[in-house]
C-alpha cells in the first residue's frame, strides 16, 4: 500500500463506516500496513527486521535457558526421606 492509498483511506473514513464489514476490512487493512512497515518510514539507524531477527536465533542457541536468554535457577534441595514419600 502507497502512501495515496493511505491517505485515500484516510479522507474517507466515514465511507468505510458505512460499507458492510467496513470496520473489520479497515481494521485488517491496517493490521497489514503495520505488520508490514508502511506507516512509519523505516528509521536508517535501524536494522533489518532479517539482520534482528538472526541476532535473536543466535542469543537464543549461545543462551543456557535456549528461549528467554535468561540463566536458569538452580536449587539445592535436599533430598527427600522415606518418611516424606507418599
Known amino acids: 500500500m502507497t502512501l495515496n492509498n493511505i491517505k485515500t483511506i484516510t479522507n474517507n473514513l466515514d465511507d ?5 464489514n467496513g470496520i473489520d ?3 485488517t487493512a491496517m493490521l497489514s500496513l503495520a505488520a508490514s512497515g508502511k506507516l512509519v518510514p523505516q528509521d536508517p539507524k535501524e536494522e533489518s527486521a532479517e539482520k534482528f531477527y538472526n541476532k535473536i ?3 537464543r542457541k549461545n543462551s543456557e535457558d535456549g ?13 527427600l526421606t522415606p ?3 507418599p
Open 25 to 27: 476490512r479497515l481494521r
Open 67 to 79: 528461549a528467554t536468554g535468561r540463566k536458569r535457577k538452580i536449587h539445592n534441595f535436599l533430598p
Open 16 to 20: 468505510f463506516i458505512d460499507v458492510p
Open 57 to 59: 536465533k543466535i542469543d
Open 83 to 85: 518418611e516424606e514419600i
